[in-house]
T-cell receptor
Framework: NAGVTQTPKFQVLKTGQSMTLQCAQD?????MYWYRQDPGMGLRLIYY???????DKGEVPNGYNVSRLNKREFSLRLESAAPSQTSVYFC????????????FGDGTRLSIL | AQKITQTQPGMFVQEKEAVTLDCTYD???????LFWYKQPSSGEMIFLIY??????QNATEGRYSLNFQKARKSANLVISASQLGDSAMYFC??????????????FGQGTELSVKP
């Protein structure tokens, strides 16, 4: 079972370059999320999509854009990468029912030089 | 103010002993859910256990149980009979119901557990 698939797993960018992180889930989940994880700070929500066709800002949206391409796919774009965006990025999905956990992808480790 | 607080940055436990990881939360919403995730050194996030605010009994899943004290706003994870494979980062998270159609989670900062042989 694939679950939530993120690509790429690793990426190194130069400051100012653009990049799109891809996420796809095969569980027919309604809601999808993008988080970043920095040392000592847990996971912080960047953007989320409660259902196909909707997106909303999370706690730390600056410098990012998202697209909910269809029910399966939710991409995260860095238009002009900055060193402060060096982080591990996680995509997650959930059916939307309140007691169901979010299922996470394996993460993308992004370094910006 | 922090909505989820994990006060133990790191903990050690002897193999086969039980360990409690602390989590306190802050919400005025009467309807909420609490989740615990495990993140081993390989990096993936693994769901462990869930407790709903209206659940009458403490949640249990195998060696994991949740010590839910609603009045104290605490949801501590108890791992019984620790194993070497339990060494990992553990995150507590909360989902509030009010105004949260998107099902967003708020995470604590995590506790790093090391199991000693």
């Amino acid at each position: 079972n694939a679950g939530v698939t993120q690509t790429p797993k690793f990426q190194v960018l130069k400051t100012g370059q653009s990049m799109t992180l891809q996420c796809a889930q095969d569980m027919n989940h309604n809601s999808m999320y993008w988080y970043r994880q920095d040392p000592g700070m847990g996971l912080r929500l960047i953007y989320y999509s409660a259902s196909e066709g909707t997106t909303d800002k999370g706690e730390v949206p600056n410098g990012y854009n998202v697209s909910r391409l269809n029910k399966r796919e939710f991409s995260l774009r860095l238009e002009s990468a900055a060193p402060s965006q060096t982080s591990v990025y996680f995509c997650a999905s959930t059916p939307g029912v309140s007691n169901q956990p979010q299922h996470f992808g394996d993460g993308t480790r992004l370094s910006i030089l | 103010a922090q909505k989820i607080t994990q006060t133990q940055p790191g903990m050690f436990v002897q193999e086969k002993e039980a360990v409690t990881l602390d989590c306190t939360y802050d919400t005025s919403d009467p309807s909420y859910g609490l989740f615990w995730y495990k993140q081993p050194s390989s990096g993936e996030m693994i769901f462990l256990i869930y407790q709903g605010s209206y659940d009458q009994q403490n949640a249990t899943e195998g060696r994991y149980s949740l010590n839910f004290q609603k009045a104290r706003k605490s949801a501590n994870l108890v791992i019984s009979a620790s194993q070497l494979g339990d060494s990992a980062m553990y995150f507590c998270a909360m989902r509030e119901a009010r105004g949260n159609q998107g099902g967003k989670l708020i995470f604590g900062q995590g506790t790093e557990l090391s199991v000693k042989p």
